[in-house]
């Protein structure tokens, strides 16, 4: 299983690569493979018509090599044989046509001579002439391409994988960073909020001409309901288990893409539910840098497998 293009299951993948390989025994045979980014597996097979029934053999090795997502193409050329089955005259139909029109032709009394050419369109005439071949050494050749073909496939994926991770969590290292600032600041935020929604309050009575006091239970009470409002220690608690399962998804490797996308959605939409809560600019200013930032992740995350 691990022989198949030498793929790392415990590392992340790229969604992009390329690799090429040769076999010189006669006749060359070389092995390519390309893919780009996809959200599912689409494995496209460019494979001579007569070796058709190697196909499923390509497919599982391209398994076993650990592809699991993007549209993948997978070909093989043969230098000097088009892989197509060979065709060729069939003499007895061919003579028997022959025969027929030459009778037809003095019987009505008809002159001219009968061509080739005129007869080869007829049914039977041209017939495809089956050649007999070893397909499992067809197959030992072709697997040795693709096997080296899949080696240096798998590493370029591998290693653009490997700087896609990087820049990932560095993205994560500033989200975390504005986090804790927008930890440090909330307490003041939600203090300087609830002074100036009291500051309204009294300035509504006040200009409604209303002499006599609130009730210092309502008041304490829309108080509280207020502060809940402004509050974000859930959302950054979110934040804070985001970020944790999205390391643990990273250094987990093999197929992290579609999981990180759905935790870049979270991240999202956790921090954009803090910039609806938050009535401080300092904590506004880092949600729109933090969006950013997650803009950034998303985009890396569509490229990995």
Known sequence: MAEAGSTNSSVARSMTGYGRAVVDDAPRLTAEIRSVNGRFLKLSLKI??????????VKTLMNEAGVKRGNVDVMLFFD???????????EA???????????IAKRLKLSGSISIGSLLPLPGVIQRVE???????????CRKALLAALKQFNGMREQEGAAILADIRAQLAKLAEHRTA?????????????????????KLLADAQVSAPMNPDVLERETVLQGDRYDVSEELARLQSHF???????????????????????????TNTIGSKAQ?????HRVVEMKGLIEKIREQVQNLE
């Open 48 to 57: 001579p018509g007569r070796y058709g029934a190697l196909e499923d053999r």
């Open 80 to 90: 000097g044989d088009s892989g197509e089955s060979a065709y060729g005259l069939n």
């Open 93 to 103: 139909t061919l003579k028997l046509y022959a025969s027929q029109a030459r009778t």
């Open 131 to 141: 050649q007999a071949e070893d397909i499992e050494a067809v197959w030992k050749r």
């Open 182 to 202: 927008i930890e440090l600041m909330a307490p003041e935020m939600i203090k300087t909020s609830l002074a100036k929604f009291k500051e309204r309050i009294n």
């Open 244 to 270: 944790d399962q999205m390391e643990s998804t990273l250094a987990g490797g093999g197929e992290t893409g579609k999981k990180l996308d759905f935790l870049t959605q979270e991240l999202f939409r956790e």
């Open 280 to 284: 401080d600019e300092r904590i506004t």
